[in-house]
């Protein structure tokens, strides 16, 4: 049976999962990451998306490079005109075959307005790109309403300790074989927020930050974060989609 998906309201927090159809991938390379974040600024606002995202997505799929994609997107994706944002993006984590988002809605139907710019944004190039046709990603997107700071805390090690599983496929069983590898990858891994809550400049314009700043300073998330990776047992039952 489905989950059914809370009520969407103004100043709440939601765990968000966007899951790729049938279990498909939904980035094949780096450029599609890279589109990805750049879709995940650009749509977070109230007015149509403007040039700066035209000229991101005229790019051919084979003229944004790992060596100059960066630089592309921190051109392509500064605030010339002020924005209306439809939401607080406090976390994020792209996998290979599905999406994290942690939202803090702004405005009304603010989350419903994203991810229906972002589903037909990303999904359009996507299919254009590889030449398929039909949905990217699998029916509605799923979301949890976070109600506690034991949520807020729990939500954030979930979320950015999710490319684990790339390389230890049972650690939502609590097997890790090599912790101190997994906090190397989690802590590198370029698709997520935690390098920016780590002090390492990564995409820091997709994130607003200062709810978990204030909640603890960068080191004792990176504490728990690791103490959890290395198998101290963190609940997420109360802010998993499955």
């Known amino acids: 049976m489905p989950i059914k998906r809370p009520p969407l309201v103004n100043g709440e927090i939601y765990h968000i999962v966007l899951r790729g159809v049938d279990g498909r991938l939904i980035f094949e390379d780096n450029a599609d990451y890279y589109r990805a974040i750049h879709d995940l600024f650009e749509f977070n606002d109230e007015s149509p998306a403007d040039w700066s995202y035209r000229r991101f997505h005229s790019f051919s799929k084979n003229s944004v490079r790992e060596n100059n994609s960066e630089t592309q997107f921190e051109n392509s994706s500064r605030a010339i005109k002020k924005r209306k944002l439809l939401l607080k993006i406090l976390a994020f984590c792209l996998m290979p075959n599905h999406i994290h988002l942690?939202?803090?809605?702004?405005?009304?139907?603010?989350?419903?307005?994203?991810?229906?710019?972002?589903?037909?944004?990303?999904?359009?190039?996507?299919?254009?790109?590889?030449?398929?046709?039909?949905?990217?990603?699998?029916?509605?997107?799923?979301?949890?309403?976070?109600?506690?700071?034991?949520?807020?805390?729990?939500?954030?090690?979930?979320?950015?300790?999710?490319?684990?599983?790339l390389i230890e496929p049972e650690w939502k069983n609590g097997k890790i074989k090599s912790p101190s590898r997994a906090i190397e990858m989690v802590e590198q891994y370029k698709w997520s927020s935690y390098k920016d809550y780590l002090g390492e400049r990564n995409f820091p314009s997709i994130t607003q930050r200062e709810l978990y700043i204030d909640i603890m300073p960068k080191e004792e998330w990176r504490i728990l974060t690791n103490e959890w990776i290395r198998g101290k047992w963190i609940d997420f039952n109360d802010v998993v989609l499955e």
């Open 102 to 165: 942690l939202f803090q809605q702004l405005r009304s139907q603010g989350i419903t307005k994203f991810m229906r710019k972002f589903g037909a944004g990303y999904g359009g190039y996507f299919n254009r790109k590889y030449t398929r046709q039909g949905h990217l990603f699998q029916g509605r997107f799923r979301a949890v309403l976070i109600k506690t700071n034991d949520q807020l805390k729990n939500v954030f090690v979930y979320i950015h300790t999710n490319p684990v599983s």
